[in-house]
Structures are given as C-alpha cells and as structure tokens.
C-alpha cells in the first residue's frame, strides 16, 4: 500500500485536529507535528492515541468538569477533587462506602486513569495536596496521610484554603474511607484550628455539630435519623373515680338469689355434636392402648 508522501501542512494538521478534536490545534501541537517529519497518516495515528481523543469519545461513569476547569470542552476536563465530592453527594449519605468503591475501581483502570490529569495518576506527585500525594492514589491508599483524618479532600482548584480547614466536604470523604463519628471527633478536639468559626462546636450546621454522636458508633450510618424520646409524652396518666357504696353494692352477688340458665330465658346455644371414632386394633396398638 503506497501513501501520500506530498509534504504536510499546518492546514493539514489543523483538519485532523478538527476532524478528530473537534479544534484547531493549539500551538504546541502544531509545532510538534508539523516539525516531526512525519507522514499524515502517522500524525493521524498519534492523535488517535491521545489521551483527549479517548476522552472525547469516552463516557465516564462519574461527572467531571465541577472544579475550575468546569467550562472547557468535554475532552479538556479531568476528574479531580471537586468531582470526587460530586460522586459522594450524588450517591447519597446513605451509600458513601459503596460510591468510594465505585470511583476506586473506575480510577484503578486504564480508563479512569485517562481521566485524571498527571499529577494525580498512579505514582505522581501532586505538590498541593498533602504529603504531595495525587488524587488517584489518595482515594487507593497508597501513603500516607491518605488514611488520616486531616482537612485534603476539598476542592483545591476553587478553595485555595481547602487543605487548612476542616470543611463537610472532608467529613463526608472522610466517612467514605470508613471513619467512625468518635475517631473523627477526637481528631478534631485535638484540631480546633481546623474547623473555621461556623463548624466550631455549639454552631448549629456546622461540621462539628453534624457529627452523629448520639448513637453507638458500631451501629450508625450516615443519614440514619436520631430519634429523641421524651418519657412525658409516654406519662399517660388514668383519672380514678372513687366507687360509692351504692356501685360496689351493685357489682355483688347475691348468693340467695337463684340461678337462671340460658334456656329458661329465652336464649338458644347452638348443640355441640361429638364424634365417636371406633379405635382399630393396629390404632390401638400404635397408641400403646391395652
């Protein structure tokens, strides 16, 4: 098979940028292609094994895009902080265990690892998050303090603070991981400087104050409600009234009089007819009957 060898041009590479990208290419790219040397149809090939074209045809199973990077083009985006949060929420206080599973296994392949940008891939350093330790090994656990209790799990690209206070989005996460509410609280007593001002304790809504810490903790789950008995509403009280002399009078029989029974007043009672059953000899037997 014998291909064009007509020397490219940087139209050229910008019609299989937009045949393929759905853009121009940006100016790396195209000096990157157009100074390879290398035929059309290899540059072709390239962009089809770019990570972007996967992700431009790809359909993740958790939303991406809730961070800063929220407007660019579908193939642009990466799951990042922001979007792990979304994933929790979505799933609900009632399945976060089960919606961490989820985005582990997804982030464990090679599809989820194309959808995380390369600081925060298996084995990278990402410099803004504690320990220096990406997202995707964060939510695996590989090192440390991925385990600890600590304010990282915000959104570091909306927040610049996310990794100095404590906030619900690290509660939740931290939930996910399979913190009981006692460990979570006792990291935070030891930590009042994570918490700001409203998620300090006694601040109704605050992070503090949503610890579940009425109920045992072997027992709890997230969004189980609390329920608050209160042993006056159960208090019911009878009125006694006192029995005069002529009531009790009444409530007593009178041994002389004489007894009246259901026929002689009237009132007919269904017969109750008995079945005589013969008892065989073998019967007999089986029942021990001498």
């Known amino acids: 098979m014998a291909f064009d060898e007509t020397p490219i ?3 050229d590479i910008h019609d299989l ?7 121009d290419a940006d100016p790396e790219g195209l000096s990157h292609y157009f100074n390879s040397g290398w035929p059309l149809y290899v540059i ?4 089809k094994d770019s990570i972007e074209y996967f992700r431009r045809y790809d359909d993740p199973p958790f939303a991406v895009g809730f961070g800063a990077d929220s407007d660019e083009i579908h193939q642009g985006q990466t799951f990042g902080g922001a979007d792990y949060i979304q994933a929790l929420t979505e799933g609900g206080p009632l399945n976060l265990e089960r919606t961490y599973s989820d985005v582990l296994s997804w982030l464990q392949g090679d599809s989820g690892q194309k959808w995380l940008s390369p600081e925060n891939r298996r084995g990278q350093s990402n410099p803004d998050m504690p320990g220096g330790i990406g997202l995707g090994d964060r939510i695996e656990g590989i090192g440390a303090p991925n385990r600890d209790i600590n304010p990282g799990w915000g959104d570091y690209s909306a927040d610049s603070e996310a990794g100095s206070f404590f906030t619900h989005d690290d509660l939740m996460a931290t939930r996910a991981i399979g913190f009981k509410e006692s460990q979570i609280k006792d990291a935070l007593d030891r930590n009042m400087s994570w918490l700001r001002s409203g998620d300090q304790p006694g601040v109704e809504g605050g ?7 009425s109920q045992s903790q072997d027992d709890w789950t997230p969004g189980s409600p609390t329920v608050t008995r209160n042993p006056s509403e159960y208090d019911i009280r009878r009125e006694r009234i006192p029995q005069t ?7 007593k029989i009178n041994t002389g009089d004489s ?3 259901k026929t002689a ?3 007919e009672t269904a017969k109750r007819t008995r079945r005589r059953v013969r008892q065989t000899t073998d019967l007999q037997r089986s029942l021990n009957i001498s």
Request: charged share 35%; hydrophobic share 30%.
């Open 9 to 11: 041009t940087e139209q």
């Open 265 to 267: 007043r009237g009132v």
């Open 259 to 261: 007894f009246v029974g």
């Open 44 to 47: 072709e090939k390239d962009i």
């Open 207 to 213: 992070v503090y104050e949503s610890l579940y810490l």
């Open 245 to 251: 002399r002529d009531v009790k009078d009444s409530l």
């Open 17 to 23: 940028y937009q045949e393929h990208l759905g853009r």
